[in-house]
Every structure is written in structure tokens, then in C-alpha cells.
């Protein structure tokens, strides 16, 4: 039996498979249990051993769309499952009350799939919600509390910040510190019972207000908030703090590795020394989970922070959170982006420990290489100008139209030949013909010859202007017996090969041209305001002529428009009377200059 692990052995190593094939090796977790859904020590004991040989999570908070940095992580984590033979949890790390949605729930169950990825294992389904466990992170801040770990702080929330200290200071103690534990836990419960207004009391940890870092100077565990919870509604007017909740909700599951970004490297002292406490007192299972932290995606052009993405859809300017210019799942899978390119594109950035910006041509790239070896080829002309073959009717027959064929993919017979009527006129590239050529033009111009790709050699005779000079059609006699495939037909040299589609076939599209959202690689740096940044010319809409094999394509179907890029048919307006192509990317990187 292979594995999925064997297709992946090729992988290049990196720090967090270093750090998993050491604990395996070592047998770290060798001696974990499961019982099957997340819970305490006790819960763990009464289970089996962990089928699973690492278990590890993807903990989103449900307040936005995720984007391509979500990717990363999703590739990372449930990657590094796969390939290990373990679990990844999808947990939605819904603690705060206020900010949750379930159309965002949604959108991130539907991303995961969609990316190929699965929180289902041998019959198990691992999607959680951390509010299921407020319960026992309530019982693990009283076990604080009577341990002598944790006091309420009733100081104003200005006397907080003034006696934290700061980087060259150290803190000063609280007047609330020295309460006792019996002092603290009747304080507590009267928080959580609302006797306390909001904002009047927190709880905080109690380590040391002289610690070098900030984090561990008795960081706020529990806060006061009267907010309604979509899911335990009106139960709780306390709720826990992020950095208390986090470490908690990878015990209760058992994650063995927790892997986060680099802005959480300072929080991972509390976050050891908070399991440290609950593992003493029996609460949790051991060996507890320990984080890591890798840098966060930064790609040029493109912003990865969910509030400014919700601005951009909130202010309309982009038409929603799928609109095919964001970097968000459902924007990019609507641009046209494959599963297959997002997890190439996240092998090949890797992972690693200091941030950098990532290049936007290694995204397109990882796209194109993935699409390049099938997407279906076919002629498409983006700014028609009408060509009119004069001779046709003396050398073809008048009315009669010839059939041309093509590959539909050159590497791939198997999938047949696309054919097409070529007639007295067709549809080619405004910018394919010229007046005056300058040098190095070797399509249409009076005199010149080309040839009409699939189809014959023609030799351009000259062109019809309008008042303002506007080419309205161009003229061209074709050249009997040269047809593509047929004997002889190269007997004529041609320096220039132009794409175009028939006049009595073509299939009328609207296609949207996309290009970068902004305008400056890095949006929004060094304090400039992003929406200035926009790019004005970032959605350019044309009526095009595409081949008759078009007609009547499902959405989502990908193409490559030969010599123009990738296009997709839009998922959201595309429909069979109507056709709508979204320009996934050109054919090569015009992003390096
Ligand atoms: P944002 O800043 O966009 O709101 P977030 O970190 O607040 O993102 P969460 O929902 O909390 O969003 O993130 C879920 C997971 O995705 C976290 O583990 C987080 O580290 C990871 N993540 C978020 N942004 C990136 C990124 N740019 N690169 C890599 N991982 C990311
Ligand atoms: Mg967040």
C-alpha cells in the first residue's frame, strides 16, 4: 500500500519537518492518547492510543474570507498531516463574541475543501469551535486562581498600561496582586456572575512584572464583555482573552504541533508556561503541545490582512469578496486559480523563519506551469478589426466557407481536434495590422504576407479608415493552396502567424481583463494609505470573438487563448447565452519589469 507520505518524500526538508521527524524518531507523543473528541487529561486517559501520529490545526477566526496567507497555513498544516500520517483539526476560533458570522464558517469549510484538504480521519470528522470549551477554560482560570497563579486586577485600564512598564522599564505590581486565592476566586465569580460592569476588572496571570518580556508581565487571561455569543448566547458576560484561549484549545485536542506566525513568537513563553500550570494540576494531557512559528506570507502587489480586505468589499471598490481581483480563496478561484497551483505555489515558497516578500510572478508562475499541461487551446480575438479576404469568391467560391482544424491541446491528442470555418471574412487583432510597420513587424501591413494560423497565407493589400483614422477593416487576398496540413501549403515563407476566428462561427464574449489591484508592490507600506494605491486600470471589460468550440462551455472551464494567456469562464455570470471570460494571466510573467 502506498501512502500519501510516499508521494511526498521528494519534498524538500524544512525547519517544522525537522522538528516533526525529531519528535517521531524520539517518540515524544509516542505515549498520547485520544478519546476521540477533545476534552481534558482525564477524557484523554479513558481513550486509545492516538491513531493519529501528529495531530495538528488550522484555527481561523470566522470574521472574514480567508486569502492566500490562510493558504500558506492550510498547506503547511493539513500538508504536514498528510504527509505524516496524522490529523489536521479546522477549528474556528470564535472566542471573541462579537465579530462572528456564519457565511464566513461557510466560505472557510468550502475554502479547506476546496484546496483538497479534509478534517475528516477514519470516520472522525475534527471541526471544532473553541467555544465549545469556555466551560473548561473557565475551570483552568479558577484552577489558576486557587493555585495562586492568577488574581483580579481591578486597576483602571490607563494604571494597567503606566505599571506594565515598557521595554527599558520594568513593571510595578498591582495593588490587587497580593489578594488571596479566596479573595480572587469570590472576586472571579462574581465577574463571571455580572456583578462587575465591563472593562471594571480583569483577570491576569500572575508571573512576573519584571520580565524582560512584556507578555509574561501578568498578562490579562479573562475580560468582562456583556456581548451575545452566536453559539452560547447570553451564558457567559466574561470571556477568555486570545493568548489564554489559544493554548488551551490546542490541549483540549491534542495538537501536538502548533504552528503559528512569527508575531506570536513572544507569547510562546506564556504559552508553555500556561499549559506547564494546567498539566501540574492533572487538568490536561501530557506531554502538552508545544508552538512554532514560521513567517507569514508577504506577496508583492497584493495585501493579506482580512480588516483591509473587508474595507475594500465594505467600500465597494471591488464588487465582493469574490471579486476575481482579490487574493482571497474565493477571489482567486473565480479569477481562475486551481487548487493544483495554490499548493505548488506554497511547495515552492516553503516555509521559513525570517519574513519576507514573495514575489507575485512566483504565484502566476506556479499557475501557469499547472495550467499550461491542460487547459484546452483556442483562438480568441480580444480587439476585432475585420479582415476581408477580396479574392475569396474567384479562388474559394462565393458563400462557401472551408474547415481548418486544430489541436486542442498539442501534447495531449487524446483530446482531439477543435474544429472551425475560415470564409471570405474573419475577425483579427486590431494591433495586428499597420499602416507604416515599424522594424521588427511582421504581421499585416500593405504588401506583407502572414499566415492565418490553421488556416491560409494571405498577403495584406491595404485597409479602410474612418474620418478620425480609425482602422474600420483591413484587406488581404489569400494565396490558393496554402492551407495548414494540406501538401505544399509552407511553399510559401511567411515571417508572421496571426490568430483569428471566422466571422460565420464566432461566438461574441464579453471577456474581463484583469490586472494587479495595485498599483505599488508593497500597498500601504510605510504609512501610506492603500486605497491611494489602488490601481485604476485594474478591470478592463472587452467584447471579444472567441472559436465555435466555446460555444456552450460550463462555468469554470479554463483555456489558454493562444498568444493572449489563460482565461476562465466566470462563475458567477457566465451562462450559455451569454458568455463572460475572466483573463486568469497572460502568457508570460509581465510582472518582473
Ligand atoms: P488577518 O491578519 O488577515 O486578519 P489573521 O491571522 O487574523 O489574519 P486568522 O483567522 O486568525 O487570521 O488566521 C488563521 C491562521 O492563518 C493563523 O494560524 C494565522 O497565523 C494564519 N495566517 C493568517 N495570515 C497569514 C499569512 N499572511 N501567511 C501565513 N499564515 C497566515
Ligand atoms: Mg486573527
Keep these: 500500500m502506498t501512502s500519501p507520505a510516499d508521494k511526498e518524500i521528494h519534498k524538500p526538508s524544512n525547519f517544522l519537518r525537522q522538528i516533526i521527524d525529531h519528535d517521531l524518531a524520539g517518540g515524544t507523543y509516542a505515549s498520547r492518547r485520544w478519546a476521540g473528541s477533545p476534552g481534558d487529561a482525564a477524557h484523554h486517559a479513558a481513550g486509545q492510543p492516538d491513531p493519529a501520529r501528529v495531530r495538528l490545526r488550522f484555527p481561523p477566526e470566522p470574521n472574514g474570507y480567508l486569502h492566500i496567507g490562510h493558504a500558506k497555513s492550510i498547506c503547511i498544516n493539513f500538508g504536514l498531516a498528510r504527509e505524516y500520517g496524522g490529523v489536521c483539526h479546522l477549528r474556528f476560533d470564535d472566542t471573541n463574541p462579537e465579530k462572528e458570522d456564519t457565511e464566513y464558517v461557510d466560505s472557510i469549510k468550502d475554502a479547506v475543501q476546496w484546496l483538497g484538504f479534509d478534517w475528516h480521519n477514519q470516520g472522525e470528522s475534527n471541526l471544532y469551535q473553541a467555544s465549545d470549551y469556555f466551560d473548561f477554560m473557565y475551570r483552568a482560570a479558577e484552577h489558576l486562581i486557587e493555585t495562586g497563579h492568577a488574581y483580579v486586577d481591578e486597576q483602571t485600564a490607563d494604571e494597567m498600561r503606566h505599571n506594565r512598564g515598557d521595554f527599558g522599564h520594568p513593571g510595578t505590581n498591582s495593588p490587587f496582586r497580593s489578594r488571596t486565592p479566596a479573595e480572587n476566586l469570590a472576586r472571579f465569580r462574581e465577574m463571571r456572575d455580572g456583578k462587575l460592569p465591563d472593562g471594571a476588572a480583569v483577570l491576569r496571570a500572575k508571573i512576573d512584572m519584571a520580565s524582560p518580556n512584556i507578555n509574561m508581565r501578568d498578562p490579562a487571561i479573562y475580560r468582562i464583555r456583556r456581548a451575545h455569543h452566536h453559539n452560547t448566547g447570553d451564558k457567559w458576560c466574561i470571556y477568555p482573552m486570545y493568548t489564554f484561549a489559544h493554548p488551551v484549545e490546542d490541549a483540549l485536542e491534542q495538537i501536538t504541533h502548533s504552528i503559528c506566525t512569527l508575531e506570536f513568537e513572544d507569547q510562546r513563553p506564556f504559552y508553555d508556561w500556561l499549559l506547564d500550570r494546567l498539566a501540574e494540576g492533572g487538568l490536561i494531557a501530557t506531554p502538552h503541545p508545544r ?107 462565393a458563400g462557401l466557407l472551408d474547415d481548418c482544424s486544430a489541436p486542442v491541446h498539442p501534447h495531449l491528442p487524446d483530446l482531439g481536434k477543435r474544429n472551425f470555418k475560415i470564409g471570405k471574412e474573419v475577425w483579427i487583432e486590431r494591433t495586428d495590422y499597420e499602416e507604416t510597420p515599424p522594424k521588427g513587424f511582421f504581421r499585416l501591413f500593405p504588401g506583407n504576407k502572414v499566415r492565418l494560423k490553421y488556416g491560409h497565407v494571405i498577403e495584406c493589400t491595404g485597409a479602410t479608415k474612418d474620418a478620425s483614422g480609425k482602422v474600420t477593416e483591413v484587406q488581404a487576398t489569400l494565396i490558393p493552396d496554402t492551407k495548414s496540413g494540406t501538401p505544399g501549403s509552407d511553399s510559401v515563407k511567411v515571417k508572421g502567424v496571426i490568430t483569428w476566428v471566422g466571422v460565420s462561427d464566432a461566438v461574441q464574449a464579453e471577456v474581463r481583463l484583469y490586472d494587479r489591484l495595485f498599483t505599488e508592490a508593497h500597498p500601504g507600506g510605510s504609512d501610506r494609505d492603500f486605497l491611494e494605491e489602488l490601481n485604476p486600470n485594474s478591470l478592463q471589460t472587452v467584447t471579444a470573438y472567441v472559436e465555435p468550440s466555446l460555444a456552450g462551455v460550463a462555468a469554470g472551464q479554463r483555456f489558454q487563448f493562444e498568444r493572449h494567456g489563460y482565461f476562465v469562464t466566470d462563475l458567477k455570470d457566465h451562462v450559455a447565452a451569454k458568455a463572460v471570460f475572466n483573463r486568469v494571466t497572460g502568457m508570460k510573467d509581465s510582472w518582473a519589469k
Design 291 to 397: 508552538q512554532y512559528e514560521f513567517a507569514r506570507l508577504n506577496l508583492t502587489y497584493v495585501l493579506t490582512s482580512k480588516r483591509k480586505l473587508a474595507q475594500l468589499v465594505n467600500e465597494k471598490r471591488v464588487s465582493g469578496w469574490d471579486d476575481p481581483r482579490m487574493p482571497t480563496i474565493v477571489g482567486l478561484r473565480r479569477r481562475g486559480y486551481t487548487p493544483e497551483a495554490i499548493q505548488l505555489f506554497a511547495d515552492r515558497i516553503g516555509v521559513s523563519k525570517s519574513d519576507s516578500w514573495i514575489d507575485y510572478s512566483t504565484l502566476e508562475g506556479a499557475l501557469r506551469d499547472t495550467l499550461d499541461p491542460t487547459a484546452p487551446r483556442a483562438m480568441a480575438v480580444l480587439d476585432p478589426v475585420k479582415l476581408v479576404l477580396t479574392n475569396w469568391d474567384e479562388v474559394m467560391g
